[in-house]
């Protein structure tokens, strides 16, 4: 079943001479469960891919089906509504409230959406995000690991849709780099959640289970990686 659908979508910038194509014509499917890097150079058109996906920006044309719902045909309050309960972003430099604790940080948006949220489901969760012990840290108190730990917790609590992955591991080292991504493998294999994580490296990427490559605004290549094979034998 695909639970992404993106047809024809195209996002320019500008106008006349000072016109630019950030996204040109890119169409493709992710079906659920698949974990999916976005590579490419800087001004390939990744990060306006993953916002348009995410509904954080407007394309100039085309369409985003996501459970064959058409995004962009709901009105401002639905959106909003839907960014909320599909869409998990995940950033690059956490964006976590530093006077919430980890739990809190977590929880919030569920709880700011006017829903209660699942403690057994919070248990679960802080156990394979390995912050049971650090559950009432603030921000200042964990490290990078750990604060994207708590980013990665906030995308999933709700159960999204699809979890949209801008650069995770793009301020940690590569040790945290190494446990981040071992992370959002077991999400993925845990709740067979469905991500597309934009990144600049080429290892990150090989550890998913396909890769789409832009070059301006365009896909130029599309190809599942060995993660794939080895996830279709599992099942």
Do not use: W
């Not at 016109?19 to 169409?27: F, R, T």
């Not at 639905?78 to 006077?99: C, D, E, T």
């Not at 849709?161 to 077991?186: C, F, W, Y």
């Not at 290549?221 to 099942?235: C, M, P, S, W, Y």
């Amino acid at each position: 079943m695909d639970l992404l659908r993106i047809e024809n979508l195209c996002k320019t910038y500008g106008k006349g001479d000072n016109e630019v194509k950030a996204l040109d014509d890119v169409s493709f499917t992710v079906p659920k469960g698949q974990m999916c890097a976005v590579i490419g150079a800087s001004g390939s058109g990744k990060s306006t891919l993953l916002h348009i996906i995410g509904a954080v920006d407007t394309p100039t044309s085309g369409k985003v089906f996501l459970e064959d719902q058409d995004v962009f045909s709901q009105n401002n309050t639905n959106l909003a509504i839907f960014r909320r309960r599909q869409v998990g972003m995940i950033y690059q430099f956490y964006n976590l409230i530093p006077v919430l604790n980890a739990e809190e940080n977590i929880t919030l948006p569920m709880i700011m959406d006017g829903r209660k949220p699942d403690k057994a489901h919070l248990e679960k969760l802080l156990e394979l995000l390995g912050l049971k012990e650090r559950r009432l840290h603030l921000p200042s108190q964990l490290s990078g690991g750990q604060q994207q730990r708590v980013s990665i917790g906030r995308a999933l609590f709700s159960s999204p849709g699809v979890i949209l992955a801008d650069e995770p591991t793009g301020n940690l080292d590569s040790k945290n780099s190494a446990e981040i991504m071992e992370l959002l493998r077991k999400s993925n294999h845990e709740f067979n959640q469905t991500m597309l994580i934009i990144t600049h490296d080429e290892n990150i990427a090989l550890q998913c289970d396909r890769i789409i490559t832009l070059s301006d605004g365009r896909i130029i290549n599309d190809q599942l990686t060995g993660f794939a094979e080895v996830k279709r034998h599992d099942i």
